[in-house]
């Protein structure tokens, strides 16, 4: 039972990600075979940090995409959990409305929020009274788009993290907030000094959770203007070097090689603190 889905885990993700490693070493334009393939060291990585201009770009919008998810969306998943793990009356109810955003997939939010930023008919513009005199370009201009998308993709989110916290809340045992009251702790007092310790666990799978979903965006902004205009993303260089017209497998798999390793640099970080915390030599 471990060995076959073992063995797909091997063959799907780690031969595949070892082979982006190895071939963001090389120049191929992926047409012929691999006696095509011309080995050029370290240059791919020179040249996407020197003369690269869409390079930078990418890596300050992904860490703000990364900044922004594991603040804005994780409070408020989390103020959200709270609420709901006091039993209110049609609870039920608001779980699913807010964990609804979750089961759409990032292109059709994008689709959706381009409803609600359109320039003259959207619903934001109407609301603020500036379609007809002054229509804010919400999506079009390179100042504000990134903010205006990660609006949308923080509203996804939340339902999800919300989720999360929400089953761990409910595995908290109440003896421990029974004996905090008795105690004279405040609501305030037993959230923060019983319950958010005990939620330890849930707070790795959520950074682990928002690091992936921050990193891996792509959907979302290639929807809107296929990340360009001001939401250039690493995943969309990836993709635009491996299969659009210039067909650099090369570049595009040294630009996968420094996304996984921004993304192993959070994750493996806060896990060795973790771990380290838990570890009683």
Do not use: C
């Amino acid at each position: 039972m471990l060995g076959i889905p073992s063995l797909l885990h091997i063959a799907l993700v780690w031969v595949p990600a070892l082979g982006s490693v190895a071939l963001s070493f090389s120049s191929w334009d992926g047409i012929g075979g691999f006696g095509d393939i011309r080995w050029v060291g370290a240059s791919n990585y020179v040249d996407i940090v020197t003369s690269y201009p869409r390079f930078w770009p990418a890596v300050r919008n992904n860490l703000l995409w990364l900044l922004f998810l594991l603040v804005v969306p994780t409070v408020a998943g989390l103020l959200l959990a709270v609420l709901l793990d006091r039993q209110l009356r049609f609870g039920r109810v608001y779980q699913s409305v807010l964990y609804l955003p979750m089961v759409l997939s990032l292109a059709l939010v994008g689709f959706i929020w381009q409803l609600v930023y359109q320039p003259e008919q959207g619903l934001l513009n109407n609301v603020l009274g500036t379609a007809a005199t002054d229509p804010v370009n919400w999506l079009g201009d390179p100042d504000i788009n990134l903010y205006a998308v990660l609006v949308a993709a923080g509203w996804r989110h939340t339902g999800y993290i919300m989720l999360l916290y929400l089953a761990g809340l409910k595995a908290v045992d109440p003896a421990l907030k029974e004996a905090a009251a008795l105690d004279g702790a405040n609501a305030w007092q037993t959230f923060f000094r019983v319950t958010f310790p005990v939620l330890k666990p849930v707070n790795v799978v959520v950074l682990v959770v928002t690091v992936i979903e921050g990193l891996r965006a792509f959907d979302i902004v290639y929807v809107i203007n296929k990340g360009r205009n001001g939401l250039e993303l690493l995943s969309v260089l990836v993709t635009d070097n491996i299969i659009g017209e210039s067909s650099r497998i090369g570049w595009g798999s040294a630009l996968a090689v420094v996304l996984l390793v921004i993304s192993l640099g959070f994750i493996v970080t806060y896990l060795f603190q973790v771990f380290r915390e838990e570890d009683p030599a």
